[in-house]
């Protein structure tokens, strides 16, 4: 793994992170997405949780090193728990948990370049943030 001076790197497979020692602003936050895009979300593994209903791409994916889960579970019934939990996932609200979250408005469409931003817990890494750059597919 390469580490540049600005707390960038690059991982094995070529997924860019950024590590910062404050809570990041809306504007760092593009702008770790915007350094990502001119690097390319290139990652071999983009899309790989398409297809986990399928025992061998799970099993190829936890080959890997991944650790896989999927788990299905009745958030309500009809159009009116329909359209509120849709809402909610389009505004990123399960990411919304304090110690990470996503921009609610950023959009959920197919290409949308997203930040994952995440508090690292103390005593290890007090008050230290990642931020992971991706790309919807």
Same mark, same amino acid.
């Given at each position: 793994?390469?580490?540049?001076?600005?707390?960038?790197?690059?991982?094995?497979?070529?997924?860019?992170?950024? &590590?910062?020692?404050? *809570? $990041? /602003?809306?504007?760092?936050?593009?702008?770790? %997405?915007?350094?990502?895009?001119?690097?390319?979300?290139?990652?071999?593994?983009?899309?790989?949780?398409? &297809?986990?209903?399928?025992? #061998?791409?799970?099993?190829?994916?936890?080959?890997?090193?991944? *650790?896989?889960?999927?788990?299905?579970? =009745?958030?309500? =019934?009809?159009?009116?728990?329909? *359209?509120?939990?849709?809402? =909610?996932?389009?505004?990123?609200?399960?990411?919304? &948990?304090?110690?990470?979250?996503?921009? $609610?408005?950023?959009?959920? *469409?197919?290409? #949308? =370049? %997203?930040?994952?931003?995440?508090?690292? @817990?103390? $005593? @290890? @890494?007090? @008050? /230290?943030?990642? &931020?992971? $750059?991706?790309? /919807? /597919?």
């Amino acid at each position: 793994d390469k580490v540049d001076l600005e707390g960038r790197w690059r991982t094995q497979t070529g997924a860019m992170v950024h &590590l910062q020692l404050s *809570r $990041p /602003t809306q504007d760092q936050k593009k702008q770790v %997405v915007n350094d990502a895009a001119k690097l390319g979300f290139n990652y071999e593994d983009k899309g790989g949780t398409r &297809l986990l209903g399928d025992k #061998s791409e799970v099993k190829a994916l936890k080959k890997k090193g991944f *650790r896989v889960s999927s788990k299905q579970v =009745k958030v309500g =019934k009809g159009w009116t728990d329909y *359209r509120k939990a849709k809402r =909610k996932l389009n505004n990123w609200e399960h990411f919304q &948990l304090g110690w990470a979250n996503v921009a $609610p408005e950023t959009s959920v *469409r197919r290409g #949308s =370049k %997203v930040c994952v931003c995440a508090g690292l @817990f103390p $005593p @290890f @890494f007090p @008050f /230290t943030w990642i &931020l992971n $750059p991706l790309k /919807t /597919t």
